[in-house]
């Protein structure tokens, strides 16, 4: 194919995901912040409607691309990191051979082939073949053995045939080049043209927050549901600092927000269906007022400009469970299986008492278990914060929609 235009989107990174388009569109400008700011993001180059490449940016100034071939085919993939002399390096480069489209659609190749360059320009060129039984059925970004015995070739050759200059944002006719490996030749100019992304509305919102606590029959995806807030407790501030974490990750950065210090009521909201009874939401209340209106928690260093469609920043669980306490409060982890983690197995809340003054500490399970959650403050009229919302996202009313 002869091109002299490439139609431009962007989305998500790929990863494993074969299709044509981006399973997770994102608007250019959202794109271009999240470029500016170091943060990953993917653009397609298509032409008539065909994607030709598919660019990932990564952490670090790093890139990785695949090729797609005259029928639509993934068939390589280079991985570029920066070179000394300022450019990137195209410092490795895998092809793939398949023996027809359900093989293709499987990723089991007939042949892989990997050229591998050092910073100085020596080349190894490494052939796997995947015998009469098929390759491996792991992703192809993620094989890297084969057969024991892998034909190898060396050979030294000029590095400045192997690199491209690093792209400022938008300026993706430096890939153009690339896609000759595939027989797409481009025409001595390239034109880019941006595919219109619609920016929806943005980061997720916090729609229908107060329903998650209201008491009463409810539809969901697993078909009728009933909501039943329950105490949890009091949660004992001292700092004025709230923290919201995995309690078993306290160590790491915890999502805070300031808060008067004194003794404060959590309250879980239950959601029972046919299938049993999960936490939907987590709240501690700080002023018995409604709030006005909703933020999302940041850390200083999060910017709700460089999330997409119903995105979000959140706390990050990966026991099951979340916590209310304060800002100041550790944990022994030696004791966390025999006070939190096993009482949790036949309670939906627990509290680690503190030693009057000190904080408590009150965990709960966290929705469908491991994940990230949306954290919501609740600001009154006049801007005081009167509750902090941890939403598990089980209640159809809590997805912004």
Request: overall charge negative.
């Amino acid at each position: 194919m002869i091109f002299d235009s490439l139609d431009v989107s962007y989305g998500e990174l790929w990863g494993p995901h074969r299709g044509m388009t981006h399973p997770d569109p994102m608007s250019r400008a959202v794109a271009a912040r999240r470029h500016a700011a170091g943060m990953d993001y993917a653009v397609l180059l298509s032409a008539r409607e065909r994607p030709l490449a598919l660019v990932e940016y990564w952490p670090r100034r790093m890139w990785r691309m695949y090729l797609f071939d005259d029928r639509s085919w993934r068939m390589q993939m280079i991985d570029l990191k920066p070179h000394g002399t300022g450019s990137l390096l195209a410092h490795r480069n895998t092809r793939w051979q398949f023996s027809n489209e359900q093989e293709h659609s499987s990723g089991k190749w007939e042949v892989q082939e990997t050229t591998t360059v050092s910073a100085d320009g020596q080349v190894e060129v490494r052939s796997e073949f995947a015998g009469p039984r098929g390759a491996s059925t792991e992703p192809l970004h993620a094989r890297t053995s084969g057969p024991s015995s892998v034909p190898v070739r060396r050979f030294s050759a000029p590095v400045e045939s192997f690199l491209c200059p690093v792209p400022e944002f938008g300026d993706w006719q430096v890939f153009a080049p690339f896609l000759a490996q595939q027989g797409h030749e481009p025409a001595t100019t390239v034109a880019l043209r941006d595919v219109s992304v619609d920016e929806g509305s943005g980061p997720l919102r916090a729609t229908g927050i107060e329903l998650l606590f209201s008491p009463g029959g409810c539809e969901t995806s697993d078909g009728p549901a009933v909501v039943e807030p329950v105490d949890a407790g009091l949660l004992r501030i001292t700092s004025g600092q709230l923290a919201v974490s995995d309690p078993g990750w306290i160590g790491e950065t915890p999502r805070t927000v300031a808060v008067p210090p004194g003794e404060f009521p959590v309250t879980l909201s239950l959601l029972r269906t046919a299938r049993g009874a999960g936490v939907a939401a987590a709240r501690v209340t700080f002023l018995d007022i409604p709030p006005r209106e909703w933020e999302m928690a940041l850390r200083p260093d999060e910017d709700l400009g460089l999330l997409g469609e119903g995105q979000f920043y959140g706390v990050g669980v990966d026991t099951g469970t979340a916590a209310f306490m304060d800002a100041t409060r550790t944990v022994i982890e030696d004791h966390l299986d025999e006070d939190l983690f096993i009482p949790l197995d036949s309670h939906f809340s627990v509290e680690l008492p503190g030693t009057e003054p000190e904080p408590n500490l009150i965990a709960f399970r966290a929705g469908q278990g491991d994940g990230a959650y949306p954290v919501w403050i609740g600001r009154t009229d006049d801007g005081q914060v009167g509750c902090v919302v941890v939403d598990f996202q089980l209640h159809s009313a809590a997805k912004g929609e």
